[in-house]
């Protein structure tokens, strides 16, 4: 550690520096996350303004940083290593919270992949024609079929922000949804498909250093396979578990990424309960009534949980019941209505 620190404003909160080190990696061993995306100097994501102190900015390209910015007070934090004992810099919102970004409308998308994961669950990935979306993850898109009659309808983003802006999302297709059907059965690969976002504060509190435990149902592992990926790309020590409960098996899908993070990081795991089935070797029963025996104390973990409304109501009360601190507790109850 050295004598420097960086403070946040408006909040006033102090971010120590280790010597040596980008304000950008003293914030984030604080706790705090900055967008970022090449940390090279290269793509202008984790543009700050400097309000007060001297940094030495590194080399950095003119595109993502020009004169104009540098003469405003512009800054980029993936390079830039504080000089002065203090470096006052403007970013979140009063309590320190990540600010959102504001959404926009018909941001143009090409479909490049799309793949049927379940029976129901049709993946897409889809690559920017514009600039790449700024999202948290967890947050999610609007997508209208060009039907009449037709309204937005809400998906949750699937993955972690990606330097080349590429999105996947995860459409369950719901009988008689206009949008759902019309893009499990008209939109291929190569077509334009238009979105608008992003939107929700389903982000959780980048600061927690805790114990995290996931609980999703359906197409709720979107935005919770959003939020681990973003979690263990920024190095989360804590152990994470995620647990993914299915009515059969075929209903299961990401298997291949769970696995993949389990092994290349030791603090994740995951389990799958199987509802309508049972299967050697696989927990059988709803999460709520698994809950007690797998967590029986969950004072001191943080809880994430996205699936239909039932599901999000009855593991509330399960994790309420197991002493969850409300300020840990992060849901996203609405996502039926978002899965049209
Ligand atoms: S993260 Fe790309 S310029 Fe800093």
Redesign the pocket.
Known sequence: MSNKVITLSPSGQNVPVVDGDTVLMSLERGGYALP???????????KVRVLEGQFDQGF?MDM?LSQEERKQGFG????AKPLSERLVIEWGSADASPKLFPPREAMPFVVVEKIQRTPRICEFQLLPLGAPLRFWPGQYVAITAPKPGATPRHYSLANAPRQDGSLTLHISRVDGGLTSNWLHEEVGIGEGLSLSGPYGSFIGDPKAETPVLCLAAGSGLAPLLSLTEAALKRGYRKPVTLLFSARREEDFYAKGRLVYWSRMHRNFGWKLTLTGEEKPGLLHGRIPGLLPRLFPDLSAHSVFMAGSTEFTEDCLSAVRALGVQESLLHHERFISQRIT
Do not use: I, K, P, S
Not at 36 to 46: F, I, K, Q, S
Not at 76 to 79: P, V, W
């Open positions: 970022n995306n090449c940390r090279a100097g290269a793509c202008g994501e984790c950095v993502a980029l934090m993936c390079m």
